[in-house]
C-alpha cells in the first residue's frame, strides 16, 4: 500500500506539473471574462472532459498505437523527453512557440482541454508513466489531476486576483524547470533502452 500510494503521489505531481493548470488561469480568465458563473463553470468542465478523453485514450491503447506504427518504447521516450524538453524551456523562458492565437471565448473549455493542457507533454508522461507503473497508478493519477485542474479552471479569476499575474509567471517559470528536470530524466532512460 505505501508503494502504491508512493508511486500515485509521483505520477500525480509529475502529471499536474504538465499540465500545468496555474498557466491556464490567466488565459481561460481572459477568454470568458464577463460569462456567468455557470458558464465558466461550464468551460471548465469541457476543458477537463477533453484532456481527460485524450488522456485515458492515450493510456489504455498506447501500445495498440506503437504496435500500428512500429515504435519501440525507448525511441519514444527519447522523442518524447526532447519534446519535455523543449515544453520545459517554452515555460521557463516565456517562449511562445506553436500556439494558436485568439481564440474565440465560446471555445474556452476546447481551447485549454488541448493543446494547451492536453499536449503532446502531457500525452507522452500517461504513456510513459504506464510503461513504468502499468494502468492503475496513472489512472488514479489522471482523475487526481483532471479534479485538480477543474479546481484551479473553476476557481481561476479568484486565483488570479488572489496571487497576480506576477507570481503566476514566476511558478510557471518554476514548473517549466521541472518539466525540464523530469525530461533530461525520461531521455536518459530512453537512451539506455535503446543501447
Known sequence: ?????????????????????????????SMTKGQPAAEINKQALIAVAVAGFLLYIFLF?????????????????????????????????????????????????????????????????VILLSEEYGILVPAIAITLSLAATWIVLRFSSHIQQIVGDTIIDIMAKVLGMLVAAIAVKIIADGMIGLL
Open 61 to 125: 491503447f498506447n501500445f495498440f498505437i506503437f504496435d500500428i506504427l512500429g515504435i519501440s518504447m525507448p525511441s519514444f521516450q527519447v522523442a518524447g523527453g526532447i519534446l519535455l524538453f523543449i515544453l520545459g524551456m517554452q515555460m521557463a523562458l516565456g517562449l511562445d512557440i506553436g500556439r494558436s492565437k485568439g481564440p474565440s471565448p465560446s471555445v474556452a473549455g476546447v481551447v485549454i482541454g488541448t493543446p494547451l493542457l492536453c499536449g503532446p507533454g502531457a500525452i507522452t508522461t
Open 1 to 29: 500500500m505505501p508503494d502504491l500510494l508512493t508511486s500515485v503521489i509521483y505520477a500525480f505531481s509529475a502529471l499536474f506539473v504538465i499540465l500545468d493548470p496555474i498557466l491556464s488561469v490567466p488565459i481561460f480568465t
